[in-house]
């Protein structure tokens, strides 16, 4: 199992960004996929949850703001944030668990005041 996240940056408070997680290794279509993130001194919590057939659950924190998907064909999964706020600075890690949890590298996001 791979997962290569990539996608983060700086950007000021109310702007946006766009994650993307390519995975590869395990049939991609039949898993639910998962965006965590962690902040400076903080656990890592889930932010958004896709299903194989594209149900998705977000966190209170992002409900509203952020909007997760998926392209099957391109085994790809997405996390679109908008009116990002300095809070929402943090690590943000794919995730995929087939029998055990599968993490990418990571990719970092910090929103400016």
């Known amino acids: 199992v791979q997962l290569q996240a990539f996608g983060g940056g700086l950007v000021q408070a109310g702007g946006f960004l766009r994650l993307s997680c390519k995975a590869s290794?395990?049939?991609?279509?039949?898993?639910?996929m998962n965006w965590y993130r962690q902040a400076p001194g903080k656990q890592r919590e889930l932010v958004a949850r896709?299903?194989?057939?594209?149900?998705?659950n977000y966190a209170d924190s992002v409900k509203g703001r952020f909007t997760i998907s998926r392209d099957n064909v391109k085994n790809t999964m997405y996390l679109q944030m908008d009116s990002l706020k300095p809070e929402d600075t943090a690590i943000y890690y794919c995730?995929?668990?087939?029998?055990?949890?599968?993490w990418g590298q990571g990719t970092l996001v910090t929103v400016s005041s």
């Open positions: 290794g395990f049939i991609f279509r039949l898993n639910t």
């Open positions: 896709i299903t194989s057939g594209s149900k998705s």
């Open positions: 995730n995929v668990k087939i029998y055990n949890e599968n």
